[in-house]
């Protein structure tokens, strides 16, 4: 990539961020500044609003927790034991006392709040084990690639021919030189997804694709579709290429090619369906698909 190619990454990154930095500081600058007449006082009602608040931070808390324990290929059942058992963990160490001894002349009450206390540990630590043992674990110590192929696949019902598996439907091409020449044939648009295993919202888009029936569609009649994996030769050779720089960021990444090879569109969001299937269908883009 030349100097000017380079600098424009950078310029764009960092006007994003100062929009960004902008957006966060100005609702605070405006009030320092402005002179309201009537301003709610602080008081009791403070606390709904820190509860309020404290039960958004736990629900995005436990949307990430449920996108990572996805990787992992836990059920929901798993991941909902999990965060159960981190709570009465939780409940028992910070609101129970359980790690300090009791005095000898401990009320009953205070007896029986330790007691509960210990119950909640146990029951965490049980939750824990049980959980745990319900994780694919020995996943993990394999080779990054077959770790890949393996989430790649998710399912026993996935069959691998000659590059091509066939996943809820679709006939997904594994290598991009012979799903090209296919496209070049059929004049369909070639559809990208570039997955890892570590990547939570690439498993995602996989269910989309399940559940979303036009996408699934669109994918299974209107395009060539292509799903190659991280540290493969051919996803290596898509990140050196100026026009998907977005691979060198993270993932997801999907991308919409012409059948000779030329981007059409690309996109970092898993959820953009209609947009996706707006290009797929687009007969003036690709008249003969």
Request: hydrophobic residues 45%; positive net charge.
């Amino acid at each position: 990539m030349s100097f000017w190619g380079r600098l424009s990454i950078a310029a764009s990154g960092s006007v994003m961020m100062a929009g960004f930095g902008a957006g966060v500081g100005m609702p605070f600058f405006i009030i320092s500044v402005v002179k309201f007449k009537k301003l709610p006082k602080a008081g009791y009602w403070m606390n709904k609003v820190k509860y309020a608040f404290g039960f958004m931070i736990l629900y995005f808390a436990y949307t990430y927790f449920h996108k990572g324990m996805g990787v992992l290929g836990a059920n929901d059942a798993t991941t909902l034991a999990l965060a159960f058992s981190m709570v009465a963990i939780w409940v028992a160490v910070v609101h129970c006392n359980v790690l300090s001894l009791l005095p000898n002349d401990a009320p009953p009450n205070q007896k029986l709040h330790h007691f509960c206390g210990v119950l909640s540990l146990l029951l965490g630590v049980w939750l824990v084990i049980s959980s745990l043992e319900q994780l694919p674990l020995p996943h993990l110590s394999q080779a990054h690639a077959a770790t890949s192929s393996q989430h790649l696949h998710g399912v026993s019902n996935v069959a691998t021919v000659h590059g091509i598996e066939e996943e809820a439907g679709i006939t997904w091409h594994r290598s991009y030189a012979a799903a090209q020449k296919l496209a070049q044939q059929t004049k369909k648009p070639i559809f990208i997804d570039f997955y890892a295993s570590w990547c939570a919202n690439c498993a995602a888009f996989k269910e989309e694709v399940k559940n979303n029936t036009a996408l699934h569609s669109a994918l299974r009649n209107d395009a060539i579709v292509v799903k190659l994996v991280d540290k493969e030769p051919e996803f290596e050779a898509f990140r050196a290429k100026p026009e998907h720089r977005h691979l060198k960021i993270g993932l997801p990444y999907f991308a919409i090619l012409t059948p000779d090879g030329k981007l059409a569109w690309s996109g970092t969001d898993y959820q953009a369906t209609q947009k996706m299937v707006s290009v797929l269908t687009d007969k003036q883009l690709f008249p003969k698909s």
